[in-house]
């Protein structure tokens, strides 16, 4: 089974500062990865998704992410904050070859951004 | 736009009683998800289905049942329900496939409080 490790529980951040949140996953085989966020008061949604190809991941509102597979590592990285990021994120993985896309998430970590 | 609907925003229920959490998509998604959410814990994985009338055990099915009738819809039961289900309850759906490539689209949430 596979299990996502997130290293930050909060972090707080001033505006235009560089952010990086580390995931770390546990899993043998082939993965994809995920980072969702939850905004306060909306739903879950994703931010970016690695499936192949470039390990270097760009998603909205200027995230991106790199998959570096020798770490088992997958860190999301942004790199000047702004108040509107403040939110909480989540990295999962979805192992191949099994059923019905079954992710695991990580504990989450929350960011606040301060003005 | 997938759209994952949850029938409550807000419950509060008595301990004991049963209680019904209903979950709707319009996405034609094979696989639903029942989460709940806790501060420090992130997403754990109550009961999932890949499709309708099958159900599997997450990694917290205890006091818990589903009920998939429908493609679209995948409810929650709390058979009788205590004050340590209180949390937020979070609905997902995925389209089904082996590759992993299978994000989930969240339901705004269901904050359950049992007195």
């Known amino acids: 089974a596979q299990s996502v490790s997130q290293h930050n529980h909060h972090v707080i951040l001033s505006e235009a500062a560089s952010l990086e949140l580390g995931c770390n996953y546990s899993?043998?085989?082939?993965?994809?990865l995920f980072w969702y966020v939850q905004y306060p008061g909306q739903h879950l949604q994703l931010l970016l998704k690695y499936f192949s190809g470039d390990p270097l991941v760009k998603g909205i509102k200027g995230f991106e992410a790199e998959f570096i597979k020798s770490k088992f590592s997958f860190n999301l990285r942004k790199p000047s904050v702004q108040w509107s990021d403040t939110a909480e994120y989540f990295c999962a993985v979805n192992a191949r070859g099994t059923n019905a896309g079954k992710s695991t998430f990580g504990d989450g970590t929350t960011l606040t951004v301060k003005p | 736009d997938v759209k994952v609907t949850q029938s409550s925003r807000y419950l509060v229920k008595r301990t004991g009683e049963k209680v019904f959490l209903e979950c709707v998509q319009d996405?034609?998604?094979?696989?639903m998800f029942w989460y709940r959410q806790d501060p420090g814990l992130g997403l754990r994985l109550i009961y999932f289905?890949?499709?309708?009338?099958?159900?599997e055990k997450g990694d917290i099915p205890e006091g818990y049942s589903v009920s998939r009738e429908k493609k679209e819809r995948f409810s929650l039961i709390l058979e009788s329900a205590s004050t340590n289900q209180t949390s937020m309850y979070l609905c997902a759906s995925s389209p089904s496939g082996t590759s992993g490539n299978n994000e989930q689209f969240f339901g705004p949430g269901t904050r359950l409080t049992v007195l």
């Open positions: 899993y043998g085989g082939t993965v994809n």
């Open positions: 996405m034609d998604h094979e696989n």
């Open positions: 289905s890949y499709d309708v009338k099958m159900k």
